[in-house]
């Protein structure tokens, strides 16, 4: 039987996500060890041309990730994807290192999958994610994943309020996100006025989720502006670009271009949405898949695996800022020849374990309404 959210793509898309997902659950035992996954498995290339896939560092972040993926399958294919181990495993690990865990985000996260996973620890996770939200000011990601944790986790006091209003306050005069929520010196000036897509997805997600365990009209509202927002501005070949202007919605900076935005990202917080009663943008869903189907050679079936992005040859990431910088100075601004000067043609050859963990929650997951 198809899952309900593949058997919304045609044939074709069905059969290319369908592959991918058994290919998250085979890529996923080689970046685990010791009860935590790898960073990142970073790609090397040999003399005769042929690659492999080397694990580096260690990511409670990425591993809480894969939790929540890992949580959609059922157990035989859980234990395939963490080498033998199970979901409570994994998540009991992430709740013991909790104490030692000093970002907001990451306990937001292990939260969560605690929630999801149904471990007995749940509380414990709690009281380290309100130890660690007392800053004025938080990154826009980390204050959507602490909502999703507490409506994953049936909170519904002031702390659940609070990470309401943070969340919808922050599209106040805005058409999308900025990078940060409140008053501080996270973001420089210059840049301020500047989200990227992660900083509109992940609120997206959060909020069709409180309507799903609420039903909060005004946070489906929120929801619904930013998808059409991000959809309208799509790119010509499904590419769901990286920075915008949180003010007017349009692109700041296109590339680059994630593999995971388009297999999950987007995916996963689009449908959330259509579960509560949001529009599918199936269409748009759809498009974002065919960037990766017209890039066979980002995902490699031997090593189980897709190649993180494609991206400018510019290392010192010097688009970005000078188009953060124009766009702060004058709206709509984005000096056209650097797209001459730096064209998209570099490829990072690392895949993250976060990525597949994400697949797996966008298309095995019952969703916002589940």
Known sequence: MTDHRIALLSSGHQEFVTGMVDLAVRGLPPGYAGGEFAFTRRGRQAADGTWTAVPEGRSVR??????????????????????????????GHLVKRLPEVTGHGDAALICWAAAQAGHS???????????LDTRPQTYTVEAAWALAALVAAGVTDGRAERARERLLGGLAGNRLYPHALGKGPLVPRYRAHVGCFADQVYPLQALARLHAATGDAEALHAAERVARRIC???????????????????????????SVHQLAMAPMALLDLADVGGAAHVAEISKGLDWMIERPAFVLDDLALTWRKEA??????????????ATGVHRGLRLGVLDRVYPPRAVDRECRPYELGWLLYAWLSTGAAG
């Open 62 to 91: 990425y591993s809480a990730i894969v939790a929540l993926g890992v949580a959609t399958l059922e157990e035989e294919r859980q234990r395939a994807a963490l080498a033998g181990d199970s979901l409570l495993d994994l998540v």
């Open 121 to 131: 620890d749940v509380d414990l996770a709690l009281s380290r994610l309100a130890e």
């Open 232 to 258: 309208r501005v799509q790119g010509p070949h499904g590419e769901w670009w990286w920075h915008y202007d949180a003010r007017t919605g349009a692109v700041v900076e296109g590339y680059p271009v994630y």
């Open 312 to 325: 400018r040859a510019d290392p010192r990431k010097l688009v970005r800022g000078l188009r953060a910088a």
